[in-house]
């Protein structure tokens, strides 16, 4: 099926592809095609309905079979369920759903420099050194604190945190993850944290972590740059 851009007084038509656009959100989408944001997620198979991709397809229609087509290369907008436009998210090119803005990018790097630079592929138990020797480098930014602790230091008009799963943020390059306790002795007093490689599995802190879950992990957060 072609894509089209409808037009806003398309309404209630036949079912088409929207390729959608820097800016729009669901919000945005659903009243111009006359619909709900429940229908479109419904429809899309969007869990998340804060998060929809510039250039993918969006299926606007009413049939209920439709499906969301997020691919390689394209910029995540976060705000998809609020009235005022998204703000951009991103991930790596050609790994994740999305393409990550420069600095986020540029965030990644410096954690996997760091981590290499530390512990390679093993734990030295300075999560919080390696995830600010990267923030400083990337963004000549010093935080201080460790694993449950940095969170809090990360100054607010540079890092905002963001409601997002952990399988999501994997897919994203440079997002700040923390966590309050650990199943380790020294993690249960001090937490972990990362930066996020964006390959959908790694992080990056005193060392590269090549398969990160949540197993023994608790009080999960997220941190955004702010571009």
């Not at 930066?195 to 009080?219: K, L, Q, V, Y």
């Amino acid at each position: 099926m072609a894509n089209y851009r409808i037009n806003p007084r398309e309404r209630r038509t036949t079912p088409k592809d929207y390729v959608i656009q820097r800016g729009d959100t669901l919000t945005k989408l659903a009243a111009r095609f006359g619909t709900t944001v429940d229908k479109l997620a419904r429809d899309n198979n969007i869990k998340n309905r804060d998060l929809i991709f510039t250039g993918a397809s969006l299926k606007v229609g009413y049939s209920g079979k439709d499906t969301f087509e997020p691919s390689g290369s394209r910029q995540g907008i976060r705000g998809g369920g609020r009235p005022t436009g998204g703000q951009d998210v991103g991930g790596p090119t050609g790994v994740g759903p999305s393409s990550a803005s420069s600095g986020m990018q540029r965030l990644a790097e410096s954690a996997r420099r760091a981590a290499m630079g530390m512990g390679g592929y093993n734990s030295q138990g300075l999560c919080a050194t390696g995830v600010s020797r990267a923030i400083r480098d990337a963004y000549g930014i010093g935080v201080s604190g460790n694993g449950n602790q940095i969170d809090n230091n990360l100054p607010r008009d540079k890092f905002k945190q963001v409601n997002m799963t952990l399988e999501e943020a994997l897919k994203i390059p440079g997002l700040v993850l923390t966590w309050e306790s650990t199943s380790t002795r020294l993690g249960s007093i001090y937490g972990h944290t990362a930066i996020t490689m964006g390959d959908g599995h790694t992080t990056a802190s005193d060392f590269i972590e090549r398969n990160t879950t949540n197993n023994g992990r608790s009080g999960f957060k997220v941190f955004m740059p702010i571009e």
